[in-house]
């Protein structure tokens, strides 16, 4: 990419703020042959890299049929069409790579809660 390309690039709008521990629903559009079409792909955000930079990507965890799946999205990539966060989860770590030796419950994330509302009591 040329220098003047790169301060072009903009978010792509249809990426919500999520961190590492939610878990994402990202729909993505793939191309077989001259076909195209959208194809989503659900698991758990285990890293975001380089920040804001037009390198930043995530990389998406998943099980299937017993086998971890695991991809590498570009924040920037119009390729993307949208991603929806089905769950927020609660993590003290920025990377997760300590679930690719976790299985089954141990694997699990606990789900972040949020704060309770202040209660204001009316004396009247």
Known sequence: MEPAQIVKVDANPNIP???PGDTVRVN???REGDRERI???QGVVIRLSNGNSPAANF???R???GIGIERIFPFFSPLIESLEVTRRGSVRRAKLYY???LQGRAARIKEKTL???AR???NT
């Open 120 to 122: 204001t009591q009316t």
């Open 28 to 30: 993505f559009r793939i």
């Open 39 to 41: 194809q989503a792909f």
């Open 63 to 65: 099980i299937s049929a």
């Open 99 to 101: 679930l690719r030796g």
């Open 115 to 117: 704060p309770r509302r």
């Open 17 to 19: 703020a999520f961190g």
């Open 59 to 61: 990389t998406v965890r």
